[in-house]
């Protein structure tokens, strides 16, 4: 419980119970946000703490991007970045979520998918190989998988997943061989970043063409780095 500040979750249900029934919760994440800028210099530091009581996962998103992206609090805040992130890479297509590959002790081409309207599991189209350590981006009905490990080497492949037919294409392959990268979409091309090559850490960022099947190496990040986030807001791309 928020040391001294009790008041404020008794405030933020009582906020919640005088909204509309569609909105109850983004507005006390407004409510929120609010009383921390109100008195940036002493509430900053109990700001991931405040927005903890608030279910960020029920806001709808395009109202938690435009909040996200007005508010410079927000912004330059680390820790609500990363519980962002978690919530930007939420969800699936066409109303189901799809598990691709990884591993269970072997190394798996298998896909999964999980229909939300059912609750139920099924096994679809395998990937055309094996492997783990990919990263994916969703654009309108397909999923896009770049790089990875297949138990032998790194790979540059990029494949698209087609959710309506179920089925994969192969497309052109990227310059760096790479895993545990980090791909994100934005206005009708594909952005891989970092990763390792096997053997160090890359600082490299390739750009690809949906429209064009052709990849371009862009300014590369200031830091090598694997395992990291990707995402882009409000036009512009933060690798985390």
């Given at each position: 419980?928020?040391?001294?500040?009790?008041?404020?979750?008794?405030?933020?249900?009582?906020?919640?119970?005088?909204?509309?029934?569609?909105?109850?919760?983004?507005?006390?994440?407004?409510?929120?946000?609010?009383?921390?800028?109100?008195?940036?210099?002493?509430?900053?530091?109990?700001?991931?703490e405040i927005?903890?009581?608030?279910?960020?996962?029920?806001?709808?998103?395009?109202?938690?991007?435009e909040?996200?992206a007005?508010?410079?609090?927000?912004?330059?805040?680390?820790?609500?970045?990363?519980?962002?992130?978690?919530?930007?890479?939420?969800?699936?297509?066409?109303?189901?979520?799809?598990?691709?590959?990884?591993?269970?002790?072997?190394m798996?081409?298998?896909?999964?998918?999980?229909?939300?309207?059912?609750?139920?599991?099924?096994?679809?189209?395998?990937?055309?190989?094996k492997?783990?350590?990919?990263?994916?981006?969703?654009?309108?009905?397909?999923?896009?998988?770049?790089?990875?490990?297949?138990?032998?080497?790194?790979?540059?492949?990029?494949?698209v997943?087609?959710?309506?037919?179920?089925?994969?294409?192969?497309?052109?392959?990227?310059?760096?061989?790479?895993?545990?990268?980090?791909?994100?979409?934005?206005?009708?091309?594909?952005?891989?970043?970092?990763?390792?090559n096997?053997?160090?850490?890359?600082?490299?960022?390739?750009?690809?063409?949906?429209?064009?099947?052709?990849?371009?190496?862009?300014s590369?990040?200031?830091?090598?780095?694997?395992?990291?986030?990707?995402?882009?807001?409000?036009?512009?791309?933060?690798?985390?």
């Open positions: 419980m928020l040391q001294g500040h009790t008041w404020l979750v008794a405030a933020l249900l009582d906020c919640r119970e005088s909204l509309s029934v569609e909105h109850k919760d983004e507005g006390m994440f407004y409510f929120a946000v609010e009383w921390i800028e109100s008195d940036e210099v002493e509430r900053e530091s109990k700001l991931f927005l903890g009581f608030i279910p960020l996962t029920c806001l709808r998103w395009k109202f938690l991007k909040v996200v007005e508010r410079k609090i927000l912004m330059n805040n680390t820790k609500f970045l990363k519980s962002f992130v978690k919530i930007l890479t939420r969800g699936g297509a066409n109303g189901s979520v799809y598990v691709f590959g990884g591993r269970n002790g072997t798996l081409s298998s896909v999964s998918k999980f229909q939300s309207s059912t609750g139920i599991w099924s096994e679809t189209t395998p990937m055309p190989g492997r783990t350590h990919f990263d994916c981006a969703v654009v309108g009905d397909k999923i896009y998988l770049c790089g990875g490990f297949n138990g032998d080497k790194n790979l540059n492949t990029l494949e997943f087609h959710t309506k037919s179920q089925t994969f294409q192969t497309l052109a392959s990227m310059k760096y061989p790479r895993e545990s990268c980090a791909v994100v979409a934005l206005d009708g091309f594909l952005y891989v970043a970092g990763g390792t096997g053997e160090n850490c890359l600082d490299k960022i390739e750009k690809y063409s949906i429209e064009t099947n052709e990849w371009k190496e862009v590369p990040m200031q830091t090598k780095r694997s395992g990291l986030k990707f995402v882009e807001l409000d036009g512009k791309l933060f690798a985390l």
